[in-house]
């Protein structure tokens, strides 16, 4: 495995794999990663999102050892599991992946830090021909943008794309029904669409200071404020308090120990300025916010 530095903000046309129209965009290729050839290369495409490649060079395939998940995305499940089953929309992402791994330039970048996942398999971003195959998944409707396990430095540029699918009604988001139980599960993954257009998402931001919780019950919301205080509470989650007009204690913000750290939020101090996004909710008859993203404006 050798290492290629790119630019993390590379400027070329975001072309959809497809065959579609080009839309103009960002590649947010991975800076810094570990770049791994895979070009002419024996594969097997488990389902959208995931895949088997001859590593080795033995002409074999080894789930064990062989397997790639892509991350930033989780495409709709070809069998019967705990999030359901969408054969049709399953196939098509399928269907994407193949037909992207046979074209002649392909490597994966793979993060040196957290090569791997829970169940061993190699996790990276894919690029062929110069494009960000996780992020086409993204744009084509084929995936939402997951963030449970790792959060993209150009966080920006995935969010963009899904709002994209989402308000063109691609893949996932095509029907009513399927746009409901998508919206759904991101709910309880604790993020949603960015999109004016979803009815659990506002937009406009809001001034910590003045907020009243109970009005936003079950919205995403962007909230800026600064922090008054930080609590410390079991198994390295914490509550950060926004400073508020009316509520001495502050506005809660509950906070996860692999948040603050993909987000590099450890270390947040008293009197800090940050932008909160996340739903609101209700614990223990206290209104508090859930972090989904959290960025330090001060540093910006």
């Not at 590649?27 to 389902?47: C, E, M, N, T, Y």
């Not at 998940?69 to 999030?83: A, G, Q």
Request: aromatic share 8%; proline share 3%; glycine share 8%.
């Amino acid at each position: 495995m050798w290492r290629i530095v790119l630019s993390r903000m590379l400027p070329v046309l975001l072309l959809a794999l497809s065959g579609e129209d080009a839309l103009a965009g960002t590649q947010a290729l991975p800076d810094g990663w570990d770049a791994l050839l895979l070009s002419g290369r024996k594969f097997r495409v488990i389902d959208g999102d995931t895949f088997d490649a001859d590593l080795n060079g033995d002409g074999r395939l080894t789930k064990s050892r062989e397997r790639i998940r892509l991350l930033y995305v989780d495409t709709p499940e070809l069998s019967k599991s705990h999030k359901g089953r969408d054969v049709r929309l399953g196939q098509s992402a399928k269907a994407f992946l193949a037909e992207v791994l046979e074209r002649r330039q392909i490597r994966l970048w793979v993060n040196p830090d957290y090569p791997k996942g829970n169940h061993g398999r190699l996790l990276g971003v894919l690029e062929s021909e110069g494009r960000n195959v996780n992020l086409g998944l993204i744009t084509q409707g084929h995936s939402y943008f997951d963030t449970r396990f790792a959060f993209p430095e150009d966080y920006v540029t995935y969010a963009r794309a899904e709002v994209a699918a989402f308000e063109r009604q691609r893949g996932i988001w095509s029907s009513r029904t399927s746009r409901k139980r998508y919206l759904q599960r991101l709910r309880r993954e604790g993020k949603t669409v960015y999109s004016a257009k979803n009815p659990w998402f506002r937009i406009k931001k809001v001034a910590a200071r003045r907020i009243h919780l109970p009005e936003l019950q079950d919205r995403f919301i962007r909230v800026v404020g600064t922090i008054q205080k930080i609590r410390k509470l079991r198994k390295g989650a914490k509550l950060v308090y926004l400073e508020h007009d009316q509520i001495r204690s502050g506005v809660p913000v509950i906070t996860f120990e692999n948040q603050r750290r993909w987000q590099k939020l450890e270390g947040l101090k008293r009197g800090e300025t940050v932008l909160i996004e996340g739903f609101v909710s209700q614990y223990k008859q206290e209104w508090q916010i859930r972090l989904h993203r959290g960025v330090r404006l001060d540093a910006e």
